[in-house]
């Protein structure tokens, strides 16, 4: 945490205002872990388009996906150093910096993604993008990507069958005592080491999102998927803080105007996008989707609910009641 706040002083320095003016264009680096063809693999590429056409000549905007340029590991860690200057990383992946994001990783919080939209839109949801600001990271959006599918190489029907099983994960403590609640062993890992850690069996199982799960083939090395949706996979957009106010006052605003753009076709897109991921991974016919009845899934649901009140200290009762509460009603 020391090494990433020095680094983030450093940037403020060399990212001054009158720098980031005097160069022509500004080449803006834009780090993601996954494909092209997710949600957030096309928002990246809208933003770049709006970018450069709102800002021609002032902006060069390169985007490196499929963690091409920086992985999990180091993404955070190179956003305060100034090397690179957006990234969309999700909500799972920041537990080191703030507890109260993690909010989102609660299964079962949340009853549908349009419940997610609501909160992520009301003034608690507004404030967690500014959550980390004194560590100098400003979050700008959030991106859905969308809820999470559990899957193993045995079918996942009660939740004792996930007994005894290593399910990988996302950088989350709440995701650790997820699998810790049903007497399963999970295991942190980067996203890009998943495909190779379900080959190997180095890991029995994973939980994610239909697009993630088909652009990273995890079905050809899955035998059984469960429809669980117990769990969101959403972003969020990212920013040096320094680097961002230190900008011209026009490049900040052409770059605010892409990014509603860009959140506008992520939003548009993530549903139809793992609508269709399922549809082609039925269509490969190499694996098998288990749909839980509602009964079924009410039983996986009070299995992982002692998850919320070992957490709840942590996150904050009034922050879950403000997200319960997008559940039922349009929210503040
Ligand atoms: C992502 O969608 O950015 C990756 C999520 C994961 O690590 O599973």
Excluded: C
Excluded at 169 to 183: H, K, N, R, V, W
Excluded at 196 to 224: C, M, P, R, Y
Excluded at 234 to 239: A, H, S, T
């Amino acid at each position: 945490m020391r090494k990433l706040l020095l680094a983030a002083a450093a940037v403020a320095i060399i990212a001054s205002p009158g720098i980031a003016a005097a160069q022509s264009p500004l080449v803006i680096k834009f780090s993601h872990v996954v494909a092209e063809k997710t949600p957030k693999g096309q928002a990246a590429l809208k933003f770049k388009e709006e970018a450069e056409r709102l800002l021609p000549g002032k902006v060069k905007v390169e985007v490196y996906p499929n963690s091409q340029l920086f992985g999990d590991a180091k993404e955070m860690e190179a956003l305060a150093l100034g090397d690179v200057h957006f990234i969309s990383t999700s909500l799972s992946k920041f537990d080191k910096f703030t507890k109260k994001v993690q909010l989102f990783d609660l299964p079962f919080l949340f009853e549908d993604n349009a419940a997610v939209d609501r909160f992520q839109a009301s003034a608690d949801g507004k404030a967690l993008l500014k959550s980390m600001e004194s560590k100098n990271f400003l979050g700008l959006a959030y991106w859905h990507n969308g809820q999470k599918q559990m899957s193993a190489n045995k079918a996942l029907i009660a939740p004792g069958d996930a007994k005894g099983l290593k399910f990988r994960i996302q950088q989350s403590d709440i995701l650790a005592s997820q699998f810790q609640t049903l007497g399963a062993t999970p295991q942190k890992l980067a996203f890009s080491e998943v495909y190779q850690a379900l080959q190997v069996g180095t890991v029995d199982g994973q939980e994610n999102t239909w697009s993630n799960i088909l652009s990273q083939k995890f079905h050809e090395v899955q035998k059984h998927f469960t429809e669980t949706n117990h769990g969101v996979i959403d972003y969020m957009v990212l920013v040096n803080a320094k680097w961002w106010n230190g900008l011209p006052k026009d490049v900040r605003d052409g770059l605010s105007k892409a990014m509603d753009s860009a959140t506008k076709t992520n939003n548009e897109v993530a549903e139809k996008l793992n609508t269709e991921a399922r549809a082609k991974i039925v269509a490969s016919g190499v694996t098998t989707i288990h749909t839980l009845t509602p009964a079924q899934r009410a039983e996986w649901q009070k299995a992982m609910k002692p998850v919320w009140a070992k957490f709840e200290g942590e996150i904050g009762k009034d922050l879950i009641a403000a997200a319960l509460k997008a559940n039922t009603a349009k929210t503040n």
